[in-house]
């Protein structure tokens, strides 16, 4: 059994001070298949001393050799990117096939060097000289259900900056990231700029954002442990971006190609076992088109293939572990109590299955905005349809849980669609299934967080802006 026992720290492996250790289990098997050393507050000390120390020169790198750092990073992700596949597939249970969960961070990369050849970190603004700066160093903190994206995100936009990171990846899905910090040591990352510390959120995470050193946070978790975070950074007055949690609503008018609407809601929303914050986990329908909507939906149910990830046919694997499995069997029961009308799915494992945390794709109808599972999130296989009589009703109960992070429209009418869209209080608002892109800005309102990631919006997230009044214009070049 592998043993993943060291930190990555000033461009070195090095071993913990004060380890622990965390065994890792295969979410399809239910088998511990590798063990990781969890770190302690000493060992994150060191890892933003080196930071620290790196920020000095890699703070003043030049946008080209930043370029040219992320064009490598990206060459040498691509040559082992079916590898760092396998283990996401091992360690968090995606299936194989699931190519996002690699794919997006080589995009994450390339889109890095795309805003950064043409940003220009220097302005004017009246007779003012406006400069964006390095913040400093970074703390990012990572989420289990896409290890590999979230991790890049906000790394392509630190490198892009010029911020050295110390990381914590969860202990959930530590490997992909153990993985990744070796393709940054062969791209030829410089010492200190990027380093790794596992280990759990109140040890490790905790000292990362109670850290006097370290100089912004970028968080992807839960709402509650975004709160935990806060009120930690909050001590040494940082900045903290944070991505949080998601009720996202799915609009379905009545012009639109109820077919299709159907189709994506099923394939967006069940991707990933729904272990995505963006999830159109509630569906509106109008009341007379109910009906056909939920005939459309359990068909679309019925090709989904859940089973071995490792499998080529399969199309939805094991949640993440039996935690999370059991958080979702308890919202089941609890919309079945609350009166909830179950259309397909429902408590236990899939009949072929007897073991694995594996969820039954399920869909309810009849539930209501007080239901549990309309207003909490669930991170799981779920779907909540909600009749509406009017546009305004579905946009009332859209709007009508604490989170903000997405949003989703279904329409015939552009114009029409446009307009449910502008009222829609979320961070990002899709039209017709629209993939999602990393020139868009992505982060939530309320509930779901502050802050952006992805693109310029992503990248500013690590600069400070400093106003030069005085000066001449000659010197704002």
Request: hydrophobic fraction near 40%.
């Amino acid at each position: 059994m592998k043993h993943y026992g060291n930190f990555y720290i000033n461009g070195e492996w090095v071993q913990p001070l004060q380890a622990r250790t965390h065994e890792l289990i295969n979410p399809a098997t239910e088998a511990v298949f590798a063990t990781v050393s969890l770190g302690s507050a000493p060992d994150v000390d060191r890892a933003v001393a080196a930071a620290r120390k790196a920020f000095a020169s890699f703070s003043e790198s030049s946008k080209a050799s930043r370029i040219e750092l992320l064009e490598q990073i990206v060459r040498k992700l691509e040559a082992r990117e079916n590898e760092i596949m396998e283990a996401i597939t091992t360690e968090l249970g995606a299936p194989r096939t699931l190519k996002g969960q690699t794919g997006s961070a080589v995009a994450a990369f390339r889109q890095a060097v795309t805003v950064l050849r043409d940003y220009e970190f220097e302005s004017r603004l009246g007779n003012n000289i406006i400069r964006r700066e390095p913040i400093g160093v970074c703390g990012l903190i990572t989420p289990w259900n896409w290890p590999l994206q979230t991790l890049v995100t906000k790394l392509a936009a630190s490198i892009a900056a010029g911020c050295p990171v110390v990381v914590k990846p969860s202990e959930v899905t530590p490997v992909s990231a153990i993985l990744l910090t070796e393709v940054l040591h062969e791209a030829g990352v410089p010492p200190g700029v990027f380093n790794l510390v596992n280990g759990d959120g109140p040890t490790v995470g905790a000292a990362i954002c109670r850290h006097p050193d370290i100089d912004m946070v970028s968080f992807t978790g839960s709402t509650r442990a975004g709160i935990l975070v806060a009120e930690a950074a909050a001590h040494t007055v940082k900045r903290v971006c944070q991505e949080l949690g998601g009720k996202s609503a799915h609009i379905i008018l009545p012009d639109a190609d109820l077919a299709g609407a159907a189709r994506f809601n099923i394939v967006r929303g069940f991707s990933n076992s729904a272990q995505s914050c963006h999830s159109p986990s509630r569906m509106l329908v109008h009341k007379d088109q109910v009906e056909k909507v939920l005939e459309l939906l359990t068909q679309e149910v019925a090709k989904l293939k859940v089973g071995d990830p490792q499998d080529s046919a399969t199309t939805m694997g094991p949640v993440a572990n039996r935690s999370q499995f059991e958080k979702i069997q308890k919202y089941i029961q609890s919309a079945i109590d609350e009166g909830a009308r179950l259309v397909c799915g429902g408590p236990g494992l899939p009949e072929e299955l007897d073991k694995g945390y594996y969820v039954r794709p399920t869909v309810f109808a009849d539930v209501t905005p007080d239901m549990t599972i309309a207003r909490e999130e669930i991170f799981g296989p779920v779907l909540s349809v909600m009749a509406y009589s009017t546009v305004d009703e579905a946009i009332e109960i859209a709007n009508g849980t604490p989170y903000g992070l997405g949003g989703y429209v279904y329409a015939g009418d552009l114009a029409k669609g446009k307009e449910v869209g502008r009222r829609l209080r979320a961070g990002r608002i899709f039209y017709n299934g629209s993939p999602s892109n990393l020139v868009a800005p992505m982060g939530g309102y309320g509930h779901s967080g502050n802050g952006r990631e992805v693109g310029v919006y992503g990248l500013e997230e690590y600069l400070e802006v400093k106003a030069m009044i005085g000066f001449e214009v000659a010197d704002a070049v």
